[in-house]
């Protein structure tokens, strides 16, 4: 009876985990189908514009639940991984914190302005998802992540030489111009920073992140918004100060960017022998004392390429003049970077200038506080991929 009962135990035991073993393979062949199935139409096509609406179980599969391993980096208002998509596309899949308040306008904003935007020099947006309480972002995944990673680290500089550089530039000037001239709409990025400057395999420059951008009618000049959203160092006075924002406010921001690409310096950060100089006010001394050369980013050690820098530094300096009516507009600095043969124009001090506000007022503590006061959000750190 007692080896009856044993053996009946044993086979329950058995039979008990074979049985949970059993279904456990069931579960997983099921979930495996329901992943097939959700991505069958789901894979990118290199070929088509339309957004993908992307199922949860892609993503999550794509990305390996989300892991550590295929994190980017983390902005603003959520988190960006790497992904691969079934037939081995890979993605870069930004994802909305579902703890925050910020990023709904903007998931909203880049959605349907950059499926309108199609152009070389921007990142390309596959899609979406907004299963599962999720709100996902697809991109296209560029391997050298962004311009930033590069530019204000003294040890991968050098390997931004002169010709890249100007590459990069122009790349820049490129994707720029459609945005105001060639596309449908006038489209105000708001948030162009280094950051925000992707690198594909080639060093191509890509613009991402159009989460704070705004479309203007052709005829329009200018527009206010009450809600002030930028980054420090990056943004135009009349922003600042009255909430405008028009074409000219991007001339603003490239000519900041312009001189970070050939000095290799922060906007954040002061400079000159007293750090009491902010990177545009330190540009404009040196260029007036004709000691250009010293704001140059030393791993730029190309002698030829001198004249060619110095026009560089002339044009971005006319780009972050303080009245807007005084920077050259998109395609006039398209010309003007180009065409060697064309004249620049002399700037004037440049916006923020702390010297300029002694000089007005004889109160250099007031002049620190109104260029300190930018407001520093930024919802669009758009991580290096």
Same mark, same amino acid.
């Given at each position: 009876?007692?080896?009856? %009962?044993?053996?009946?135990?044993?086979?329950?035991?058995?039979?008990?985990?074979?049985?949970?073993?059993?279904?456990?393979?069931?579960? !997983?062949?099921?979930?495996?189908?329901?992943?097939?199935?959700?991505?069958?139409?789901?894979?990118?096509?290199?070929?088509?514009?339309?957004?993908?609406?992307?199922?949860?179980?892609?993503?999550?599969?794509?990305?390996?639940?989300f892991?550590k391993?295929?994190?980017l980096?983390?902005?603003?208002?959520?988190?960006?991984? !790497?992904?691969?998509?079934?037939?081995?596309?890979?993605?870069?899949?930004?994802?909305?914190s579902?703890?925050?308040?910020?990023?709904?306008?903007?998931?909203?904003?880049?959605?349907?302005?950059?499926?309108r935007?199609?152009?070389?020099?921007?990142?390309?947006?596959?899609g979406?998802?907004?299963?599962?309480?999720?709100?996902?972002?697809?991109y296209?995944?560029l391997?050298?992540?962004?311009?930033?990673?590069?530019?204000f680290?003294?040890?991968?500089?050098?390997?931004?030489?002169?010709?890249?550089?100007?590459?990069?530039?122009?790349?820049?000037?490129?994707?720029?111009?459609?945005?105001?001239?060639?596309?449908?709409?006038?489209?105000?990025?708001?948030?162009?920073?280094a950051?925000?400057?992707?690198?594909?395999?080639?060093?191509?420059?890509?613009?991402?992140d159009?989460? %704070?951008?705004?479309?203007?009618?052709?005829?329009?000049?200018?527009?206010?918004?009450?809600?002030?959203?930028?980054?420090?160092?990056?943004?135009?006075?009349?922003?600042?100060?009255?909430?405008?924002?028009?074409?000219?406010?991007?001339?603003?921001?490239?000519?900041?960017?312009?001189?970070?690409?050939?000095?290799?310096?922060?906007?954040?950060?002061?400079?000159?022998?007293?750090?009491?100089?902010?990177?545009?006010?330190?540009?404009?001394? %040196?260029?007036?004392?004709?000691?250009?050369?010293?704001?140059?980013?030393?791993? %730029?050690?190309?002698?030829?390429?001198?004249?060619?820098?110095?026009?560089?530094m002339?044009?971005?300096?006319?780009?972050?003049?303080?009245?807007?009516?005084?920077?050259?507009?998109m395609?006039?600095?398209?010309t003007?970077?180009?065409?060697?043969?064309?004249?620049?124009?002399?700037?004037?001090?440049?916006?923020?200038?702390?010297?300029?506000?002694?000089?007005?007022?004889?109160?250099?503590?007031?002049?620190?506080?109104?260029?300190?006061?930018?407001?520093?959000?930024?919802?669009?750190?758009?991580?290096?991929?």
């Amino acid at each position: 009876m007692a080896a009856a %009962l044993l053996l009946g135990t044993i086979f329950c035991y058995y039979y008990y985990h074979y049985y949970q073993r059993t279904i456990t393979i069931i579960t !997983k062949m099921i979930y495996k189908l329901k992943i097939y199935l959700s991505s069958a139409e789901e894979d990118v096509d290199e070929d088509s514009y339309d957004l993908i609406v992307f199922g949860y179980l892609t993503i999550k599969v794509a990305t390996n639940n989300f892991s550590k391993e295929n994190k980017l980096g983390e902005g603003g208002f959520g988190t960006v991984y !790497k992904g691969k998509l079934r037939k081995g596309h890979e993605i870069a899949v930004k994802r909305l914190s579902k703890t925050s308040n910020q990023g709904l306008e903007e998931f909203k904003n880049e959605i349907t302005l950059t499926a309108r935007l199609q152009h070389v020099n921007l990142v390309r947006l596959f899609g979406y998802c907004t299963k599962r309480n999720e709100k996902l972002l697809v991109y296209e995944y560029l391997p050298n992540k962004s311009l930033d990673h590069f530019l204000f680290d003294p040890r991968k500089s050098s390997f931004l030489d002169w010709k890249k550089r100007v590459n990069i530039i122009e790349g820049i000037t490129q994707g720029l111009l459609y945005l105001q001239e060639y596309s449908n709409f006038t489209i105000i990025h708001r948030d162009l920073k280094a950051s925000n400057v992707l690198l594909d395999h080639q060093m191509n420059p890509k613009i991402s992140d159009f989460g %704070l951008a705004r479309i203007f009618e052709k005829n329009e000049l200018e527009a206010n918004t009450s809600r002030i959203v930028g980054t420090y160092g990056c943004v135009p006075p009349e922003y600042v100060r009255k909430g405008i924002y028009s074409p000219k406010y991007e001339v603003y921001s490239f000519g900041v960017l312009l001189l970070q690409i050939i000095s290799g310096k922060r906007s954040s950060h002061y400079y000159s022998p007293d750090e009491n100089m902010n990177l545009l006010e330190y540009a404009y001394e %040196l260029w007036m004392d004709g000691r250009g050369v010293d704001f140059l980013d030393p791993s %730029l050690d190309d002698s030829t390429s001198h004249c060619k820098i110095m026009r560089c530094m002339q044009v971005g300096l006319l780009c972050v003049q303080e009245n807007s009516a005084d920077r050259p507009s998109m395609l006039e600095v398209d010309t003007l970077l180009k065409n060697e043969g064309t004249p620049v124009g002399t700037p004037n001090m440049p916006a923020f200038s702390m010297k300029k506000h002694e000089d007005d007022k004889g109160d250099s503590s007031t002049s620190r506080l109104k260029f300190s006061s930018i407001n520093d959000v930024t919802i669009s750190q758009m991580v290096p991929r």
